[in-house]
């Protein structure tokens, strides 16, 4: 008897974990689209998302937003494509914010050019990132 319960204990268990594999596939490989500026690493890194980790859709938005949380990208959008048995290819899409590299200043009489520069240039850095 105790054997069986082992036994019926054993297969659920496995049964469970199964169920779990295909539904939380395996990231085999994480790629950005996209980036011109910006190297890949640098998107990736701050994801919670990892090569080898599971994929969970449910996830994908927050990702999203915490890319887009960096301030450097105008549009994110993470999609995954099934890269073999219980594992996918995630794709991160990414448009980056246009560069300012110069601005001018003319006719302020009541602010410095040097504070609105300085207020400028901390929304959005100038020149290559």
Known sequence: MR???SAALGAALTMMMCAWAQSNPTI???KVEGNVRLAAADVIGPMRLKVGGPFNAAEVASEEDLILALGVFREV???SQPAGEGQVDVIVNIVENPLVKEFRVIGNTEISTDE???IATEIQPLGPL
């Open 3 to 5: 054997w069986k319960r």
């Open 28 to 30: 085999r490989e994480i």
């Open 77 to 79: 959008a993470i999609t």
């Open 116 to 118: 609105i520069t300085a």
